[in-house]
């Protein structure tokens, strides 16, 4: 066993209520119980930890025994637990816990908040991909245009996006933390993501460059990509 993240936001021990589930990509999300009020996300990648918001408080306090996490591939559910009938659900747009309808019986020990995907046979909803991180090997490379092959049917939609910078970081696989080179881990760039309208990406500068997609569906027809070309010179 290895410990991971020293900057553990809990601050105190978990108790009765606490959860831990999978969220979008690399992450993990957890609630500690015990009448805590909140939502934490735990980055692999990086071995880090963030607290994203508080649960709206209820006069029994926070989540207590039977309380439960779950995610729908978009959204983080909880539910309160302490024989509550309270839902909530994180907006990662807005960072609120929002409240939802009420489950229909109270919730206490034993409570389990289950997501079952696909039972109508069709998509999920979101996906994303992110590329690695590509090195041009000019410093300041200016990037001119970004082609794609894909089609986005209607009832979808695809979004892309590209950043660059001319420094990028290294982040050690989590079960090798030590290792800085070879496989055991990956590159990655800081700043925020640029979203692409049209082709011209001449306002995108950096030696090193990443893109991303973002896919929506309706659920009976989905995105479909398959090619994605970046243009750029050193000049």
């Known amino acids: 066993m290895t410990n991971l993240a020293t900057n553990n936001p809990f601050g105190t021990v978990i108790g009765p209520g606490a959860s831990l589930t999978h969220g979008q ?41 039977g309380s439960d996490l779950s995610y729908d591939n978009t959204h983080p559910f909880l539910t309160y637990g302490g024989d509550r ?22 919730v206490g020990a034993g409570g389990n908040l289950l997501y079952v995907s696909f039972t109508g046979g069709g ?12 090195d041009t090997g000019l410093l300041g490379a200016v990037y001119d245009s970004l082609f794609t092959d894909h089609t986005a049917p209607t009832g979808t939609s695809i979004i892309f996006k590209v950043r660059a910078n001319d420094s990028r970081f290294w982040i050690p696989a989590p079960n090798d933390p030590n290792n800085y080179t070879g496989g055991n881990g990956t590159w990655d760039l800081s700043g925020e993501w640029t979203t692409v ?39």
């Open 85 to 106: 009938q309270a839902m909530v659900m994180f907006d990662s747009n807005t960072l609120d816990l929002i409240t939802k309808a009420n489950v229909p019986v109270p």
């Open 25 to 65: 990509g690399l992450k993990l999300l957890a609630t500690k119980g015990n009448g805590d009020r909140g939502l934490f996300e735990y980055n692999i990648a990086t071995n880090r930890w963030a607290r994203l918001g508080n649960v709206p408080n209820s006069p029994k306090g926070g989540l207590r025994t």
């Open 197 to 235: 309208t049209g082709n011209d990406i001449s306002f995108i500068v950096g030696q090193y460059v990443q893109w991303r997609v973002e896919m929506t569906s309706t659920g009976s027809v989905t995105p479909v990509l398959s090619e994605i070309r970046l243009y750029y010179r050193g000049f």
């Open 123 to 134: 998509y999920s909803s979101y996906g994303h991909l992110e590329s690695r991180v590509f």
